[in-house]
């Protein structure tokens, strides 16, 4: 079946008992059985729940892989990741993560005996392994200067060294990018974003490309209970059937949002990888078909970046991304405050950098909004 297709009517309709055309909400808790030692299936919802379960299935056949699971956030989701690792074990992760992510390697993950090797480009992934080393962790495009990195090629020297290949997917979704497919053996998504699509609820999601390492996570998402409550499993079920007709649009809008700001002189550099500028506008042809609706983009100065962020109107200034709704960040004080101020401005993060969720208004209606903030326009 089509990616599209897949989308809207998943492939598994076990739940259809009355010929229901969405997926209904099992809003319970438990699950009476049928007789001594036998079970319909389900005993308990934080074990599983049919309408988690269908939007699990539905996960797993977009990402290609054998099974999914889906949490309560992505938080969530990376937080049982960690449980799979035991204290004296080593990981290799990228230097631009997300930032509640390294929080949670740094406050929790240290706390519990994992240690962690952050690196920046895959060459320098093979000096930093370590014989107690066990994955590598990467994010790509990266947030907030929109950076690919060559899956395949991490993807490689994962396999080579014994090592798990995992792979935030948030900012491009399996619509553009297949990690599985590229090697990686975890797919991680914050669901909050572009597969819930109307800022309406958070989610996160595992996919698992072999069924022994999904039964094991499985077991510890069942055990430590942050697995999705049906309501916000539905949510989600009905965000990802428009998922693919968003994400072009949404891309399309900032084709032309980015052209547009390439050519204003108040800007000293766009971030977005669908300019033919961008250094690493052939990786993501090659590698994700699609280049997103993420973009950044740094201003002449700390005042026009602020100016901006407060005289938008049809943009919001709000943290998070994907959703229908544009939004504008601001990533020094929101995304990537926690960073110490010296890696920060080396990576640069400084006052002069914003981050545009490119929405599904119309692209002409964003521009405009932009213009009047550029030009300092009255709130009224
Ligand atoms: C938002 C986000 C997360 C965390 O997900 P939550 O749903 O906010 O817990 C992880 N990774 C990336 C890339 C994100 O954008």
């Given at each position: 079946m089509d990616f599209q297709t897949l989308c809207v009517h998943g492939r598994d309709k076990k739940y259809d008992l009355t010929g229901s055309i969405t997926v209904p909400i099992f809003q319970t808790a438990t699950f009476a059985h049928p007789g001594v030692g036998l079970s319909t299936g389900y005993d308990y919802s934080r074990s599983q729940n049919p309408t988690r379960e269908y939007l699990e299935q539905v996960?797993?056949?977009?990402?290609?892989?054998?099974?999914?699971?889906?949490?309560?956030?992505?938080?969530?989701?990376?937080?049982?990741?960690?449980?799979?690792?035991?204290?004296?074990?080593?990981?290799?992760?990228?230097?631009d993560l997300y930032g509640g992510t390294h929080r949670l390697f740094n406050h929790i993950s240290a706390k519990n005996g994992l240690s962690f090797s952050r690196i920046n480009t895959p060459e320098q992934i093979k000096s930093a392994l370590r014989p107690e080393s066990r994955a590598i962790f990467i994010e790509t495009p990266t947030n907030p200067l929109l950076r690919a990195i060559d899956i395949e090629a991490v993807a490689g020297i994962a396999a080579g060294s014994g090592l798990l290949l995992i792979v935030d997917n948030t900012f491009l979704t399996p619509y553009w990018q297949k990690p599985?497919?590229?090697?990686?053996?975890?797919?991680?998504?914050?669901?909050?974003?572009?597969?819930?699509?109307?800022?309406?609820?958070?989610?996160?999601?595992?996919?698992?490309?072999?069924?022994?390492?999904?039964?094991k996570l499985r077991f510890i998402s069942k055990t430590t209970?942050?697995?999705?409550?049906?309501?916000?499993?539905?949510?989600?079920?009905?965000?990802?059937?428009?998922?693919?007709?968003?994400?072009?649009r949404q891309e399309e809008n900032a084709l032309k949002i980015a052209d547009?700001?390439?050519?204003?002189?108040?800007?000293?550099?766009?971030?977005?990888?669908?300019?033919?500028?961008?250094?690493?506008?052939?990786?993501?042809?090659?590698?994700?078909?699609?280049?997103?609706?993420?973009?950044?983009?740094?201003?002449?100065?700390?005042?026009?970046a602020r100016q901006i962020l407060e005289q938008v109107k049809i943009i919001r200034y709000a943290e998070s991304l994907g959703g229908v709704e544009s939004l504008i960040t601001y990533p020094m004080l929101q995304t990537h405050a926690d960073l110490p101020e010296a890696e920060r401005l080396e990576r640069g993060i400084d006052g002069r950098l914003l981050r545009l969720s490119v929405g599904l208004e119309s692209a002409e209606d964003l521009i405009g909004d932009l213009s009047r903030a550029f030009a300092g326009g009255s709130r009224s």
């Open positions: 996960m797993a056949d977009l990402e290609g892989g054998a099974e999914a699971l889906a949490f309560s956030s992505g938080m969530a989701a990376v937080a049982v990741l960690m449980e799979l690792f035991s204290p004296g074990e080593h990981l290799i992760v990228s230097d599985l497919a590229l090697g990686a053996d975890i797919v991680l998504h914050s669901g909050t974003k572009y597969l819930g699509g109307h800022n309406d609820t958070l989610a996160g999601f595992l996919v698992m490309k072999d069924p022994g390492l999904a039964e209970g942050s697995g999705l409550a049906p309501f916000d499993s539905f949510l989600i079920v009905r965000g990802l059937k428009t998922l693919a007709v968003r994400l072009d547009w700001l390439s050519g204003r002189a108040e800007l000293t550099q766009v971030n977005y990888p669908g300019l033919k500028s961008h250094p690493d506008y052939d990786l993501s042809r090659r590698q994700a078909g699609g280049f997103g609706a993420m973009i950044s983009f740094s201003v002449r100065d700390e005042t026009l």
